[in-house]
Structure formats: structure tokens, C-alpha cells
T-cell receptor
């Protein structure tokens, strides 16, 4: 199946700094990618939909100035957590769907564990 | 967007068959049903999807009754490595589909 790669898998940063997470579709072009965050023992919460060449669509309650999303190419979307604080510590996951694939199958990155100290 | 309801948790033993049922009473005519598996600290992994009747692959089977208001994921002869959270998603096939997750079912397989 198609592969989505996320980097880094784990990052620790100091409070007030910014962290960038990359999401790449390795063997297909993804015009749309999705970003989620997941707290311990909870489900995935959709943060935003990333569209290649245009602004991301953020879910209600997600601060777009804090979580900057850039989808500059058909294979790369980035999520930057700006001025990170301990409450931003979470598991961040990206996803993409392969264009033209029938049904609703999506491919997910391995996730990024962000710890803000 | 069709809402899904699953049991929060299930327990089983190695070698048993596990059936996880998902309710989606307001599923739309063109919606597909997709199941994902998630291990701790990993992204979800696609298991199976279907539209109606029965679908089987090398990992699982998916049973969908005629009214499509529910679906059952069947895992044959589970092992300890099947301990994970299983999510049922319902949505319309196509470019505008956004995978949206409900609470999922935490399956624990005991020795």
C-alpha cells in the first residue's frame, strides 16, 4: 500500500520555541493531507486539512497562528507548532489519501511525540 | 457525517475469534465503512473496508447487514499482537472525504 512518512518520530523542545513536523507521501501525490493530535487514551482529533498550494482549513478551536500548516508540494506537508507550551505536548499524526483510490482508505504517518518542557 | 458507536473495550484470549460491532444508524447511501487498527504511539493502520455484504482479506473479515446500519469486524484466532485500538469510520468515497475518528474499541488479548 501507499506510504506516508512522518518526521521526527519524537521531539523534545523547550517552552517558547517552535517545532516543525514533516509529513511526506512517499509513493503518491497527495493534494490533501490531514493533521491530527491525540492525547493519551483518547481518539484522534482532526486539527486541520492541508491543501496543496492553498491555505489549510482548520477545525473549530484550533489556533491557526499557533499551528502553522504548509503544503508546498504534492508530497510534503509541514506542521509547525509555534511558541510551544507544555499543554501542546501530544502525539501528532498526519494522513493522506491516494487520489483516485476507490473507497475511503487513508494512509497515516507513524506519528510524532512532542514533549514541551 | 455518520456517527459511529463502538464498545469502549473488549477482552479476549489468544486463539479466539473476536467480533467488534460498530453502529452507524445514519449511514448515507454512498458511504463506505472502513476499519483501522492503532497500536500505542503509532499512526492508525488500515485493516479493511466495505460497502455491503461481506469482505474478507488476509487480516480480517467485515460483515455488513443489508440495512448497513451496523458492521462487524471479525478477527480470526487473535494473538497477543492484536492488542490495539480498533476504529470504525464511515464516509463518502471521493476527494472530499475526511477521515474522522470516534472513540474506538480497545481490544486486549490475554495469554
Amino acid at each position: 500500500g501507499a506510504v506516508v512518512s512522518q518526521h521526527p518520530s519524537r521531539v523534545i523542545c523547550k517552552s517558547g520555541t517552535s517545532v516543525k513536523i514533516e509529513c511526506r507521501s512517499l509513493d503518491f501525490q497527495a493534494t490533501t493531507m490531514f493533521w491530527y493530535r491525540q492525547f493519551p487514551k483518547q481518539s484522534l482529533m482532526l486539527m486541520a486539512t492541508s491543501n496543496e498550494g492553498s491555505k489549510a482549513t482548520y477545525e473549530q478551536g484550533v489556533e491557526k497562528d499557533k499551528f502553522l500548516i504548509n503544503h508546498a508540494s504534492l508530497t510534503l506537508s509541514t506542521l509547525t507548532v509555534t511558541s510551544a507550551h507544555p499543554e501542546d505536548s501530544s502525539f501528532y499524526i498526519c494522513s493522506a489519501r491516494e487520489p483516485g483510490r476507490r473507497g475511503t482508505e487513508a494512509f497515516f504517518g507513524q506519528g510524532t511525540r512532542l514533549t514541551v518542557v | 457525517l455518520a456517527k459511529t458507536t463502538q464498545p469502549i473495550s473488549m477482552d479476549s484470549y489468544e486463539g479466539q475469534e473476536v467480533n467488534i460491532t460498530c453502529s452507524h444508524n445514519n449511514i448515507a447511501t454512498n458511504d463506505y465503512i472502513t476499519w483501522y487498527q492503532q497500536f500505542p504511539s503509532q499512526g492508525p493502520r488500515f485493516i479493511i473496508q466495505g460497502y455491503k455484504t461481506k469482505v474478507t482479506n488476509e487480516v480480517a473479515s467485515l460483515f455488513i447487514p443489508a440495512d448497513r446500519k451496523s458492521s462487524t469486524l471479525s478477527l480470526p484466532r487473535v494473538s497477543l499482537s492484536d492488542t490495539a485500538v480498533y476504529y470504525c469510520l464511515v464516509g463518502l468515497s471521493g476527494g472530499s472525504y475526511i477521515p474522522t475518528f470516534g472513540r474506538g474499541t480497545s481490544l486486549i488479548v490475554h495469554p
